[in-house]
């Protein structure tokens, strides 16, 4: 049963979108349209960063997208905000090590998706203890996204977890490209997760489609 479910969440990871108003180029909601046309299978609000909105207009922007992912059946997750989530009637949040704790929000969400970052096996472990879904790895490569983040580890860590049996499904974080995105498959991760990769693309559906081949023929391993 698990490994039906495994087997979903992972095919759901595959291009993973990560977007807040801040790092769009132009309206939000044209931006997460165009990604979905070019075939990203998920998508995370993470509202965050200088400038990012807040209170009301973080919910009115939430609905928004929320209602794009509802009607063109594209799974809605909600970075850090476990209220916001529930607010939207959100597919699933997503957590790091500094956010709420994973036993904690897993009570809160009751069986919507959980991801968690995880850096090390201590954290692997305790995030599959407690019920996550699927673990966010990284960053793979340098990014200039977030500043506040781990050192950059490339794929060793995602060969050591499957190296060492783990089936949970993975997604790679951080630096990556259409370029690059074949290797952290290749490494064992089950999909890539991109902010500006697509936000900053002036063709974004291209730029989907891309990610989307490099991720697949990185899986032809
Ligand atoms: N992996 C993923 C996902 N999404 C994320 N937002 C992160 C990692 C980073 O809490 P965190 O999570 O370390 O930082 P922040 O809250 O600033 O994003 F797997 F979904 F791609
Ligand atoms: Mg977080």
Redesign the pocket.
């Known amino acids: 049963m698990k490994e039906l479910e495994n087997d979903k969440m992972a095919e759901m990871l595959q291009v993973?979108f990560?977007m807040g108003s801040v790092n769009c180029q132009k309206d939000p909601v044209d931006v997460l349209k165009e990604a979905i046309a070019g075939g990203i299978t998920i998508f995370?609000y993470?509202e965050?960063g200088n400038g990012a909105l807040e209170g009301q207009e973080k919910l009115e922007l939430a609905k928004k997208l929320r209602g794009i992912c509802s009607d063109l059946k594209i799974p809605f997750?909600v970075?850090?905000d476990i209220d916001l989530a529930l607010a939207v009637n959100a597919d699933g949040v997503?957590?790091?090590?500094?956010?709420d704790s994973v036993e904690v929000v897993r009570k809160k969400i009751g069986d919507r998706i959980l991801?968690v970052?995880v850096h090390d096996l201590t954290e692997a472990e305790h995030a599959i203890r407690f019920g996550a879904d699927?673990f966010?790895v990284?960053p793979v490569y340098p990014t200039s996204t977030?500043t506040d983040t781990k050192a950059v580890q490339g794929v060793t860590f995602l060969n050591k977890l499957r190296a060492m049996g783990y089936k949970t499904p993975i997604?790679g974080?951080g630096g990556i490209t259409s370029e690059n995105a074949s290797n952290v498959t290749k490494a064992g991760a089950d999909g890539v997760?991109v902010i500006t990769a697509i936000t900053n693309a002036v063709d974004i559906e291209e730029a989907v489609r891309k990610l989307k081949t490099s991720v697949l023929a990185g899986m032809q391993r």
């Open positions: 993973y990560i995370q993470r965050k997750i970075n850090d997503h957590i790091g090590q500094e956010d991801g970052s699927y966010g990284g977030k997604v974080i997760s």
